[in-house]
């Protein structure tokens, strides 16, 4: 076995924006009359996509919000993500570096619960997108992390396009959380957790745990493979 694709989860990871998610949910949320701190945010709620978000937040404060009222909430949330983004970068320091840095190696994918859109947009102010095989995001799989499907569907586009079938044990995941882990672990990946949205403690799930996505190692991700 060997490495072959490296896979990214996209905010915790390469992209600073869980701030910014948080407090564009908070502002959203507050219109209906609801608070979302941040231990909740985190503890609770990091891990869904924008659908989930607020599906699981209707269901926990007894709003039975319909289908409607959910697409509506999630297309203010991402227009005002977009406001709260603009002229700042958002990338973790190193990041853009390692995304060229493992392209330049092996196939590199994105599996994410943002929007497509959200991830675009970054990727492309940065001019990072040319870097990426494929792009997997909430919209592309029917159900989000822990679930499976996103990093199975990164595999899957990974192996059409460069025209050959990848074993996902010869491909690493890149993750933040507890629930990208299980998802990336599920789905037969390899899996690094990056502790910076948790404490390493809270990844120790993972094949190999790092700081920083700086320090992501190219040779320890081979490694990985090998064994």
Not at 57 to 72: F, K, N
Not at 177 to 205: F, K, M, N
Request: some cysteine; proline content about 4%; charged content about 30%.
């Amino acid at each position: 076995m060997s490495l072959r694709a490296i896979v990214f989860d996209f905010d915790g990871v390469l992209a600073n924006s869980e701030p910014l998610h948080l407090r564009a949910y908070q502002e959203i949320l507050a219109g209906e009359g609801l608070e979302l701190s941040e231990r909740d945010y985190y503890s609770r709620y990091l891990g869904y996509d924008d659908v989930g978000v607020f599906t699981t937040l209707s269901t926990d404060r007894g709003r039975r919000w319909a289908p409607a009222d959910v697409e509506r909430l999630v297309a203010e949330k991402a227009a005002r993500l977009e406001e709260l983004e603009r002229h700042h970068s958002i990338l973790f320091p190193g990041a853009a570096r390692v995304v060229r840095r493992a392209a330049g190696a092996v196939p590199i994918a994105i599996a994410s619960g943002a929007l497509g859109a959200e991830i675009r947009r970054v990727l492309d102010r940065e001019q990072l997108s040319s870097w990426f095989t494929a792009i997997v995001a909430a919209e592309d799989t029917p159900v989000s992390k822990p679930a499976p499907e996103p990093y199975r569907r990164a595999v899957e586009l990974l192996s059409r396009e460069i025209g050959d079938v990848l074993a996902a044990s010869d491909c690493v995941a890149v993750e933040d959380s507890r629930w990208g882990l299980e998802s990336a672990r599920t789905a037969g990946l390899r899996t690094v957790g990056v502790a910076q949205t948790y404490e390493r403690s809270a990844l120790g799930e993972a094949d190999l745990i790092i700081d920083t996505i700086e320090s992501l190692d190219l040779v320890d991700l081979a490694r990985l493979c090998s064994t």
